[in-house]
């Protein structure tokens, strides 16, 4: 396991590194992982918020995909208990696994019968004691008893470095949003200020009675105040859109 350290370190953050979206990260995750472990026959990655919801995922085939999707909809299973407890988890057999009784049979239904999942963790800044989860990383198999410890192993070594580069892309992609949301947002309010003072020289009345004027038309158009500026600079724009 110790040479086998750096090389997976390198392989999996020299892959990931790569790509430039979260949701492209986590589908190159996922078969990095399938690739790692002998009687794989799948894997997935999957990122969750704090209330649980999935918020990206990837599935090296429609089989992993089908089994995924039955932990979601159930609310139950080991990718969700690796990152709600942040352990690993291990299914021998899912036949004789009552742990998630719905899951398991469901699972068990689609051939899929043992998987490991491993949280992916980073520091958690408001607790020291204790990484976060943000996520989770597991490999199926159709065949019981096809991973040990060892497998536990160098999934946990794939998903240490990925869950911080993962970390990184989704606050990049946060803020990327928030910019563009900053942005939308000065827009609209130079629009909103230059039709209103287009307002004040035409209606030859204050800055008030301009704005209220745009709300007003606003409310009657059923459109945002920014569009009712944009149709008082650009007249075109109204006619082209037809009749209100």
């Known amino acids: 396991m110790a040479a086998e350290l750096p090389e997976i370190f390198a392989w999996v953050s020299g892959l990931l590194l790569t790509e430039p979206v979260v949701d492209r990260a986590v589908a190159s995750l996922a078969r990095a992982a399938h690739e790692s472990l002998s009687g794989s026959v799948g894997a997935g990655g999957t990122l969750i918020d704090g209330q649980g919801r999935p918020t990206s995922t990837a599935s090296t085939n429609s089989l992993v995909q089908e089994a995924d999707k039955l932990q979601y909809d159930l609310g139950e299973g080991p990718c969700l208990t690796a990152w709600a407890s942040a352990r690993p988890v291990l299914v021998d057999d899912v036949r004789g696994d009552h742990r998630w009784p719905a899951w398991s049979k469901a699972s068990a239904g689609v051939g899929m019968l043992s998987c490991i999942s491993v949280p992916l963790l980073v520091p958690d800044l408001r607790r020291h004691d204790r990484p976060e989860a943000i996520g989770a990383l ?107």
């Open 138 to 244: 597991k490999v199926y198999a159709d065949r019981p008893g096809a991973f040990d410890e060892h497998s536990e192993q160098v999934l946990a070594l794939l998903a240490g470095p990925a869950a911080l580069i993962l970390s990184n892309l989704q606050a990049r992609e946060r803020a990327a949003r928030l910019s563009d949301v900053l942005k939308d947002s000065l827009h609209s309010r130079s629009l909103i200020d230059m039709a209103k003072g287009v307002l004040m020289e035409r209606l030859q009345v204050g800055e008030r009675e301009a704005l209220q004027a745009m709300i007003s038309r606003a409310r009657t158009d059923e459109i945002l105040l920014s569009a009712v500026a944009q149709r008082i600079l650009d007249p075109t724009a109204e006619s082209d859109a037809g009749p209100s």
